[in-house]
């Protein structure tokens, strides 16, 4: 696993770097999201979908826990902000979403930590207050998934 952080000055700019994700995910993916409330989770997992193919609207799930989406592949989009059970999510068969043909991005993933499987995405969300429309993304994932992103989104992101 490589650490590479990127930073972002709006929403757009956030949707286009999760837009160059979507890229390059396979089936099997599966994306954790942390970072506080209107970090920029539901926004990147948009622009994710749009590099995927997906034409419905994306959306947090709310009542139904789990979003389905069909773009190049099934994506799952899972929030764990308002349940937070593991047995819950087990009952719910997270595991088949995990371990399936899909691409899951789960929200308030550290919740739920020690149900993802090893090589989940992990892409941890800052936000500093005095600065409302910038964010950085610290990104951890395999290195070859490094490398096609990098080549993809403009280096100007980087944080040096
Ligand atoms: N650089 C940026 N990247 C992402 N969002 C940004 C940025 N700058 C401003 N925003 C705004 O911050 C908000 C992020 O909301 P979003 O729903 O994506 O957050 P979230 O992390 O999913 O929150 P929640 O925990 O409530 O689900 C949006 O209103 C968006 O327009
Ligand atoms: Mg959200």
Redesign the pocket.
């Known amino acids: 696993m490589t650490a590479m952080q990127f930073e972002?000055?709006?929403?757009k700019?956030?949707e286009t770097m999760g837009y160059h994700l979507g890229k390059i995910f396979q089936a099997g993916q599966v994306v954790a999201?942390i970072?506080?409330?209107?970090?920029?989770?539901?926004?990147?997992v948009k622009g994710i979908c749009q590099g995927l193919d997906v034409r419905q609207p994306v959306d947090?799930p709310t009542f139904t826990l789990v979003n389905e989406y069909h773009g190049r592949l099934p994506v799952y989009h899972i929030?764990c902000?308002r349940e937070q059970r593991l047995t819950e999510w087990l009952e719910l068969g997270i595991n088949e979403y995990f371990y399936g043909d899909g691409v899951t991005i789960v929200?308030?993933a550290e919740r739920i930590e020690t149900l993802l499987p090893p090589d989940t995405i992990w892409i941890y969300?800052k936000h500093d207050i005095d600065f409302?429309?910038?964010?950085v993304f610290e990104i951890v994932a395999p290195k070859e998934i490094y490398q096609k992103f990098s080549a993809k989104f403009s280096l100007s992101n980087s944080v040096k």
């Open positions: 972002t000055f709006s929403a700019e956030t999201l970072g506080e409330l209107a970090a920029g989770k539901t926004t990147l947090s929030d902000y929200e308030w969300i409302e429309n910038h964010r």
